[in-house]
């Protein structure tokens, strides 16, 4: 009997010695570096996705590249002999988990994730802009004024707005890079 005991108890230890993937907690805005981080652990695969994306501001349009997923990134590795090290890493704040049970993901599913980012693990998001649309000015005399874009004018980079101007609607031409898209650009469509 002690025999089959001991048969069981190694199929669970290589049952839990198994590498999976599971969600990494990290600091507010730190994905990106406890990524790095966990990268530099001996047999830890890491996976943290991100987006680029152009978005008004005041200083016009800026570049922004943040986490898919705020707060989390994911590592394969193997929990039993592994945690503690990546629970100690810089800008982890932990592992995903509910009570003493710490989830994993298929690696088929991070597979599919994967595919659709380049190696950097960066996909970037286009807020294409369509007619009908309601636009900021983020550039030149016009910067700040919400206008809709009435036509666009393909081959050129440019775009018809129409704007009210002295009491009347007005239609004027401005460039692409002259304006952006009012609204949250995360939610725009994945080009």
Same mark, same amino acid.
Not at 37 to 58: D, N
Not at 68 to 96: H, I
């Given at each position: 009997?002690?025999?089959? +005991? ?5 199929? /669970? ?5 198994? *590498?999976?993937? &599971? ?22 695969? @890491?996976?943290? #996705? ?11 349009? =800026? ?5 898919? !997923? *705020? ?14 090290? =990546?629970?100690?890493? #810089? %800008?982890? %704040? $932990?592992? +995903?988990?509910?009570?003493? &049970? &710490? *989830?994993?993901? %298929? ?9 659709? !980012? /380049?190696?950097?693990? @960066? ?8 007619? $009908?649309?309601? @636009?900021?000015? =983020? ?14 004018? *393909?081959?050129?980079?440019? =775009? ?6 002295? $009491? ?6 401005? %460039? ?16």
């Amino acid at each position: 009997m002690s025999e089959k +005991l001991d048969k069981t108890a190694d199929s /669970d230890a290589a049952i839990e010695r198994d *590498p999976h993937w &599971y969600c990494v907690r990290a600091k507010p805005k730190a994905e990106h570096l406890a990524a790095a981080h966990l990268r530099q652990l001996e047999e830890i695969t @890491v996976f943290c #996705p991100r987006i680029r994306y152009q978005k008004a501001t005041k200083r016009g349009k =800026v570049r922004f590249v943040e986490a898919l !997923f *705020p707060g989390y990134l994911f590592a394969k590795f193997d929990l039993r002999l592994q945690m503690r090290a =990546v629970q100690a890493q #810089p %800008s982890v %704040s $932990g592992l +995903l988990h509910f009570g003493d &049970y &710490y *989830p994993h993901i %298929s690696a088929q599913q991070i597979a599919e994730m994967r595919s659709e !980012f /380049d190696d950097d693990e @960066v996909r970037e998001i286009e807020a294409r802009i369509e007619e $009908g649309d309601e @636009v900021e000015i =983020v550039d030149g005399a016009l910067k700040g004024l919400t206008v809709m874009v009435s036509r666009l004018l *393909p081959g050129r980079e440019r =775009v018809r707005i129409l704007m009210e101007w002295l $009491g009347e609607d007005r239609e004027a031409e401005v %460039s692409v890079d002259a304006i952006a898209r009012k609204g949250n650009v995360r939610r725009g469509p994945m080009t």
